[in-house]
């Protein structure tokens, strides 16, 4: 199902592009389930203030928390404050704060009690009146996905969803979303019965990136790189999310649930959708998600996933001078868990363009060094018309979109060593945005709060998109499932012994980032 946000023959994203004009919100006021969580602390709260601080949100803009937590608006607002001073991206000013402030509400419930929703429907009525929201609010869950219906259900039967009176409502749906196809399927039917399509927005935070975003702007603002994005030229593609950090205090979201299910299934394969995907008509999120639905529809996992896959858990060790815990000792973890702390996976697009061409995905906790990147590796040329010992130290071609950190793109290429003799080397070409460009970026979750409010859809996931990340996804994890546990890998390190036997099988190696 697409989206059918604003009209078909505009496109917002290009045209704001062009005419470089700031994109503010109009009058509107947001509700955060959840608030209280390390999500809404580290990552929305600060954001809801840089977009103040930018002057992107609107005059009476108005932030409801609610949660079990028996705040008063002034201690509430000094949670705020504390988690802005500690995350936001742009400067404290106070009178930007003051502004803020007046705006910002505490709702005292849980997600079972009418009469705590009852209160806060009252409570944005009275906004509405008084700082002029106009009935127009975005609803964030940032709560597991078990309590989606219940939320949802409430905000239905307190009215809030009601538009009636003229205002937008949508709401805004944290990952993950489901833990396999059919619960996904589940979910929307959930949602989507409370809250048309259009309403819905599903968080990918990976797309807001702006290195993500250049993935289109590379690929179809240039004749350089996409002729040969296809099977003629590319060996394979690696996706790589490597992370340094270890999982202590996230053992509630995490054991269980595990590293394909935490970032392949979203993350991952949005990736592999942008970099697969043919051209879009626009960049109308309607276009946008055909295109990627139509990637998702053709790529499938490769088996034997014995020998496709890998899986590791990561043990003691070095991460650089610190010496860490292994994932069985970390605080919440059972030391009997399963749950994968890495996970590489094979996959392959039946399509024109990408048959034969395998997109190996990977990801770990405790990894050597925190990197994402998407790495193209060419094929060699077909006839190479060198001497023995003159391309002894040339490796295939390779395009690299490093999507962070150090966000830019690489290109390694073969060039001759200078001197008397014919040698070729492999060179680098480095493009870097920090170096490109004095702009700084703005985070994911800016981006994406104000898409929300502005109903630009194109970074969201639509529930088709969701559902098929899962319909690829569940014959791995249900292989995983019946196969024991996984392996070990010593925190610091690459991963798994697995992960490099999945490749060197196919006489490939990954590239060490
Ligand atoms: C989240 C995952 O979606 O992304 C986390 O749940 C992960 O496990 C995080 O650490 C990484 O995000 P970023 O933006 O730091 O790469």
Wanted: aromatic share 10%; charged share 25%.
């Amino acid at each position: 199902m697409t989206n059918d946000h604003a009209d078909q023959w505009t496109n917002p994203l290009r045209d704001r592009l062009d005419k470089r004009l700031p994109r503010i919100a109009g009058p509107s006021g947001l509700v955060i389930f959840g608030v209280t969580g390390d999500l809404a602390r580290k990552k929305l709260l600060p954001a809801v203030y840089d977009l103040a601080n930018r002057g992107l949100l609107p005059a009476g803009f108005s932030l409801i928390g609610y949660g079990r937590r028996d705040w008063s608006k002034e201690e509430f607002e000094g949670q705020v404050a504390a988690a802005v001073k500690e995350r936001a991206r742009t400067p404290w000013r106070e009178a930007v704060w003051k502004r803020l402030a007046e705006g910002i509400f505490f709702v005292t419930g849980d997600f079972t009690t009418d009469s705590a929703f009852d209160e806060l429907a009252a409570k944005t009525r009275e906004i509405d009146e008084e700082r002029g929201t106009a009935g127009n609010w975005a609803y964030y869950l940032s709560v597991p996905p078990d309590h989606f219906p219940q939320v949802c259900h409430q905000l239905e039967r307190s009215g809030m969803a009601d538009t009636s009176d003229g205002g937008w409502r949508r709401v805004v749906i944290e990952k993950p979303f489901g833990h396999d196809e059919e619960s996904a399927r589940e979910l929307n039917k959930i949602v989507n019965d409370v809250f048309p399509e259009s309403s819905v927005f599903r968080i990918d935070h990976y797309l807001g990136k702006e290195t993500v975003q250049n993935i289109l702007a590379m690929r179809f603002a240039n004749q350089l790189f996409d002729p040969l994005f296809n099977s003629h030229y590319v060996d394979h593609v690696q996706i790589t999310m490597a992370e340094d950090i270890g999982l202590g205090g996230r053992a509630g979201y995490y054991d269980g649930i595990g590293a394909a299910r935490d970032v392949i299934q979203n993350h991952l394969l949005q990736l592999l959708a942008l970099i697969a995907m043919e051209e879009p008509v626009t960049f109308h999120p309607a276009e946008l998600q055909v295109e990627k639905i139509k990637v998702l529809r053709a790529t499938r996992p490769v088996g034997p996933f014995a020998q496709t896959t890998a899986r590791g858990q990561y043990t003691s060790g070095w991460q650089g001078s610190e010496e860490v815990k292994g994932l069985r000792q970390e605080d919440g973890f059972d030391p009997e868990s399963t749950t994968e702390t890495y996970a590489a996976a094979t996959f392959e697009i039946n399509s024109r363009r990408w048959a034969g061409v395998p997109f190996y995905l990977r990801t770990g906790k405790r990894l050597g060094r925190r990197v994402t990147e998407i790495a193209l590796v060419f094929k060699q040329a077909p006839h190479l018309p060198f001497g023995p010992g003159q391309i002894n130290s040339l490796s295939n071609n390779m395009l690299v979109i490093r999507v962070q950190p150090d966000e830019g793109v690489l290109v390694r290429f073969g060039s001759k060593v200078p001197g008397s003799t014919m040698e070729v080397r492999d060179v680098n070409m480095d493009f870097s945005y920090s170096e490109a460009f004095t702009e700084e970026s703005p985070e994911a979750y800016e981006r994406l709060i104000l898409d929300a409010l502005l109903d630009e859809a194109s970074l969201f996931p639509t529930n088709e998109e969701v559902e098929l990340s899962w319909k690829i996804l569940d014959p791995i994890l249900e292989y995983w499932a019946e196969s024991g546990r996984p392996e070990d890998y010593p925190a610091g390190t690459w991963g798994p012994q697995g992960a490099d036997e999945m490749m060197r099988r196919n006489g490939r190696e990954w590239r060490r980032p």
